[in-house]
């Protein structure tokens, strides 16, 4: 399975942004899809996550109620919704499947997409 991650670019501090993560193949419903980023000189950190069962959805603290993981299964695609931006969510944008672990370190997940890059101006 190849994901294919879309939709970055440059933004204003306070715009919203959506990018996109599209799988070559249909993901099994057993899967978490996954958004992380990587800020340059860091580690890729976990941002989302959405259960392919039930669609339930889990946020790490930095980014709870301000972006938002959603799905469309007919498109085999997931979204990120990112809302409020802030010149610190300056970073490469990755999307991620991985199977049904309970915790989301990135070493958990087995397919990457190559990342899209959002940038937000202050």
């Known amino acids: 399975v190849q994901l294919q991650a879309s939709g970055g670019g440059l933004v204003q501090a306070g715009d919203s942004l959506r990018v996109s993560c599209t799988a070559s193949?249909?993901?099994?419903?057993?899967?978490?899809m996954g958004w992380f980023r990587q800020a340059p000189g860091k580690e890729r950190v976990f941002l989302a996550v959405i259960t392919g069962s039930s669609g339930k959805t889990y946020y790490s603290d930095s980014v709870k109620g301000r972006f938002t993981i959603s799905r469309d299964i007919a498109e085999n695609t997931v979204f990120l919704t990112m809302s409020s931006l802030k010149p610190e969510d300056t970073a490469v944008y990755y999307c991620a499947a991985s199977r049904p672990w309970t915790d989301w370190p990135p070493r958990r997940f087995d397919y990457w997409g190559q990342g899209t890059l959002v940038t937000v101006s202050s």
């Open positions: 193949a249909r993901i099994p419903s057993t899967y978490r």
